[in-house]
């Protein structure tokens, strides 16, 4: 579409398309300030989207609006890509990289979606009909995704520091890891995992394997033993995955805040994971617990990914990772889960019924869960790839290719047979790292550290999201004043819990 610049009645550009005007002929500036004049909001927003503003007459007055907002743009076209720096972001409705709503949501995040504005330029709406409809439905999507998320942390965020709290006061082995030159399979749980247990178990000393949490099972009950189990959920479930472990040698890499058995942490040997934005790091630096940096995901396989590709310089295969609904079971068994509730089947609601259930209600995360690793696949595609014994995948994964196991006979086997398999600085090792603070010092450093904590905008960003969205919110002193009593109320409630759990 052909757009036609030209200066207008006062001397500024202005713009055209087929005659129909993107900006005032007369006066463009005054015509955006007119326009951020009219906005209007019944909250304090985090951010504000303007969809397709041209030449961004607007985005200056929009930022005096809204000091304390993020004021973002949303392109329908690259014409006007030198306005661009106007804007606080600006976020194209055409990428090659990510749908828009998954560029929005991991720019932004969710507490800035939920608290956010969004606006049609109106002559960019009329000129771009059918674009503007695509972003407002992006938009939606991303509104959508960070309710939901917003939602689970509301839910979850107690229990996850409990499970903080109970990590840094049980904790007794700790390990870190080196890094290395390996190559790192990640074993997933999904149907397709069964067609690589055979060549997992053949090839096993080639490669340094990490199984998340859900895969351990399958693969201990068909003699393979992970050198890495991961779990980073903090549902009461997660413990089932990893509880059976007994006498299995397997190194469990747990972040801080899952839901772990009591009995693994003091009997096991663990490699801690934090988050870098998480107020476990606040306990395991207080009693000085080693740790190695872990990424939050929704997934468990996107933590134990991008972990692995910090961990090694060598490729990584994912095993597993259908991210599909299937029409039978949804994990390779044996799992864990699927032990328990196979338990409760009954003549009226019977196995059959259950998994058809589970698969029509699992298919809104795994879409989620699947976005993530297509948004992210171009950074990962040069060294990450697929691997089954050519299963046939409802989904790809964007730019991470799907190969089969005669490629990575190829490709490792072949490819690295004249050298020796334990070369030191190929190996990926384990190290020991002990904790500096033990007994009841320990305790009592963890329980100072709380109580600072909890008078912190972070413990109530991350502790209570929803509460401290809606004080960000809220325009009336008084209104706002009122949240942060009730807010309070919580947190001393909370903070007897936590005191009597330690």
């Known amino acids: 579409m052909l757009i036609n610049f030209e200066p207008s009645r006062a001397g500024e550009l202005t713009c055209s398309?087929?005659?129909?005007?993107?900006?005032?002929?007369y006066n463009p500036q005054t015509e955006g300030e007119r326009f951020a004049e009219n906005v209007q909001?019944?909250?304090?927003?985090?951010?504000?989207?303007?969809?397709?503003?041209?030449?961004?007459?607007?985005?200056?007055?929009?930022?005096?609006?809204?000091?304390?907002?993020?004021?973002?743009?949303?392109?329908?076209?690259?014409?006007?890509?030198k306005a661009d720096s106007k804007w606080d972001k600006v976020f194209y409705l055409e990428n090659s990289s990510a749908p828009?709503?998954?560029?929005?949501?991991?720019?932004?995040?969710?507490?800035?979606?939920?608290?956010?504005?969004?606006?049609?330029?109106?002559?960019?709406?009329?000129?771009?009909?059918?674009?503007?409809?695509?972003?407002?439905?992006?938009?939606?999507?991303?509104?959508?995704?960070?309710?939901d998320v917003i939602g689970t942390r509301a839910y979850f965020s107690k229990r996850w520091l409990k499970n903080a709290l109970i990590f840094a006061s049980k904790v007794q082995k700790t390990m870190l890891l080196e890094k290395g030159g390996m190559p790192v399979i990640i074993a997933a749980s999904g149907p397709s995992l069964k067609t690589s247990i055979p060549f997992l178990k053949k090839y096993r000393e080639s490669f340094f394997l990490i199984a998340v949490s859900s895969a351990f099972m399958p693969l201990s009950k068909n003699g393979i033993s992970p050198d890495l189990v991961i779990s980073s959920d903090g549902g009461y479930w997660a413990?089932?995955?990893?509880?059976?472990?007994?006498?299995?040698?397997?190194?469990?890499?747990?972040e801080a805040e899952s839901a772990v058995p009591k009995e693994i942490l003091s009997q096991k040997e663990i490699l801690p994971l934090c988050y870098d934005d998480g107020l476990e790091k606040y306990f395991l630096d207080s009693i000085g617990c080693p740790y190695m940096l872990s990424e939050r995901n929704?997934?468990?396989?996107?933590?134990?990914?991008?972990?692995?590709?910090?961990?090694?310089?060598?490729?990584?295969?994912?095993?597993?990772?259908?991210?599909a609904p299937a029409t039978g079971f949804q994990h390779t068994q044996p799992n864990a889960?699927?032990?328990?509730?196979?338990?409760?089947?009954?003549?009226?609601?019977?196995?059959?019924?259950?998994?058809?259930?589970?698969?029509?209600?699992?298919?809104?995360?795994?879409?989620?869960?699947?976005?993530?690793?297509?948004?992210?696949?171009?950074y990962f595609s040069k060294r990450v790839f697929r691997l089954s014994d050519?299963?046939?995948?409802?989904?790809?994964?964007?730019?991470?290719?799907?190969?089969?196991?005669?490629?990575?006979?190829?490709?490792?086997?072949?490819?690295f047979s004249k050298q020796a398999a334990d070369t030191s600085h190929r190996k990926i090792l384990f190290k020991e790292a002990k904790i500096k603070l033990n007994g009841d010092t320990r305790k009592v450093k963890i329980l100072d550290t709380?109580?600072?904590?909890?008078?912190?905008?972070?413990?109530?960003?991350?502790?209570?999201?929803?509460?401290?969205?809606?004080?960000?919110?809220?325009?009336?002193?008084?209104?706002?004043?009122?949240?942060?009593?009730?807010?309070?109320?919580?947190?001393?409630k909370l903070l007897k819990e936590c005191e009597k759990l330690i």
């Open 100 to 147: 828009l709503s998954e560029l929005l949501f991991n720019s932004l995040g969710e507490e800035k979606l939920i608290s956010s504005l969004a606006f049609d330029w109106t002559p960019a709406k009329n000129i771009f009909p059918q674009q503007s409809m695509l972003a407002w439905g992006e938009i939606k999507k991303a509104i959508l995704k960070a309710r």
């Open 450 to 492: 709380l109580r600072e904590l909890c008078e912190s905008q972070k413990f109530e960003d991350e502790v209570f999201p929803m509460d401290s969205l809606l004080i960000k919110r809220e325009l009336s002193p008084k209104k706002r004043a009122e949240l942060k009593a009730k807010l309070k109320e919580k947190t001393e």
């Open 337 to 378: 889960l699927e032990t328990d509730n196979a338990q409760k089947d009954f003549r009226i609601k019977n196995t059959e019924t259950r998994l058809t259930s589970s698969r029509f209600n699992s298919s809104a995360s795994l879409e989620i869960y699947r976005n993530w690793f297509i948004s992210n696949s171009e």
């Open 298 to 323: 929704g997934t468990v396989a996107g933590t134990a990914l991008c972990f692995a590709h910090g961990l090694t310089t060598g490729d990584i295969f994912l095993c597993g990772l259908d991210q």
């Open 390 to 415: 050519n299963f046939k995948y409802d989904f790809d994964l964007g730019k991470i290719h799907d190969i089969a196991w005669e490629d990575f006979e190829k490709k490792i086997i072949h490819g």
């Open 41 to 81: 909001a019944d909250f304090s927003p985090l951010c504000v989207f303007i969809l397709e503003p041209a030449l961004s007459y607007c985005a200056e007055p929009l930022k005096k609006k809204f000091p304390g907002a993020d004021i973002c743009a949303i392109r329908f076209s690259k014409d006007f890509s």
């Open 17 to 25: 398309v087929q005659g129909k005007y993107l900006h005032s002929k």
């Open 239 to 254: 413990k089932k995955h990893i509880d059976f472990s007994g006498s299995v040698e397997s190194v469990f890499a747990l």
